[in-house]
């Protein structure tokens, strides 16, 4: 479904909302008397890349996709170090701003990580929860990316910063960890269109000082001692394809009760994901 498809078929509208010391900007679809479903997106970028997917819910749902803090639209002030429970923290605090009551929850990634942690700390707050792709790092990775994944960036006179977040996030498509490239750790998903691959780029390039920070979070955040917290009904999913796929079995038996799927990829068949996730948040 091309950005063109999505306009025809569903409106997407943007908004910002105050929180602690910034704000949270969102994309939201759907009308607004349906049951609300909020989308927390992967890092890098925003949530731009869910406006597929955002089409294809809308048609039950009110969709909610804001951006992390620190990420995309949103901006704010942040501890040098946060960790998971801040970002969860400003989710909750836009979606209050949003007068949203409850909801149901969807994570991709490092959207997982931040969507889990708001679960266990309000599940009285969401319905259900839907995970998709969860990284279980033994120590010595876990070491290594956080050393080498998400390095902080400085701007220079000779924009070079920018030269290296194109490479950087083409590269994310091609390797996982992205700055492996050898044959070993090459992906099979292929290159994205080059315009979505520049919207990425400009997204992470608007939050070049920040982008870093929710990606260490997710990197630390123990899921295999928190995921035993989750008390609501969750489908532990992962996608066709996901470089992450290698723990799903692992994460899905860490949620007590949890349902584990292999879904379609929101990104590449958002129509075939959304029938996977409104099944679930249906039952």
Request: charge should be negative; aromatic fraction near 10%.
């Amino acid at each position: 479904m091309t950005r063109e498809d999505v306009s025809r078929q569903a409106v997407i509208r943007r908004g910002f909302v105050d929180v602690t010391d910034g704000q949270i900007h969102y994309r939201e679809a759907g009308s607004r008397a349906a049951p609300a479903l909020v989308l927390v997106h992967a890092s890098p970028g925003s949530a731009r890349g869910f406006e597929p997917l955002m089409a294809a819910l809308a048609k039950e749902r009110w969709v909610i996709a804001p951006d992390t803090m620190g990420n995309g639209d949103s901006a704010g002030a942040m501890p040098e170090q946060p960790e998971i429970p801040f970002f969860a923290g400003r989710l909750r605090e836009a979606l209050d701003g949003l007068s949203i009551e409850n909801c149901d929850l969807y994570g991709a990634h490092t959207g997982g990580s931040i969507a889990a942690q708001l679960a266990i700390d309000a599940p009285h707050f969401v319905r259900k929860l839907a995970l998709d792709g969860i990284g279980l790092y033994p120590e010595s990775l876990q070491a290594e990316i956080l050393e080498r994944y998400a390095p902080e960036l400085q701007a220079d006179l000779h924009g070079s910063h920018l030269n290296w977040i194109w490479h950087f996030v083409r590269d994310t498509y091609m390797f996982w960890p992205w700055y492996a490239t050898d044959a070993a750790h090459a992906r099979k998903v292929g290159l994205p269109a080059p315009e979505t691959l520049h919207d990425k780029v400009v997204d992470v390039a608007k939050a070049y000082r920040t982008y870093h920070l929710s990606y260490r979070a997710a990197f630390r955040f123990d899921k295999r001692r928190e995921f035993a917290r989750i008390a609501v009904p969750t489908l532990a999913a992962c996608a066709e394809g996901d470089m992450l796929a290698q723990w799903h079995d692992e994460y899905a038996a860490l949620i007590p009760g949890s349902v584990k799927a292999t879904i379609p990829s929101v990104y590449a068949s958002p129509g075939a994901a959304a029938e996977a996730l409104l099944a679930f948040f249906r039952s």
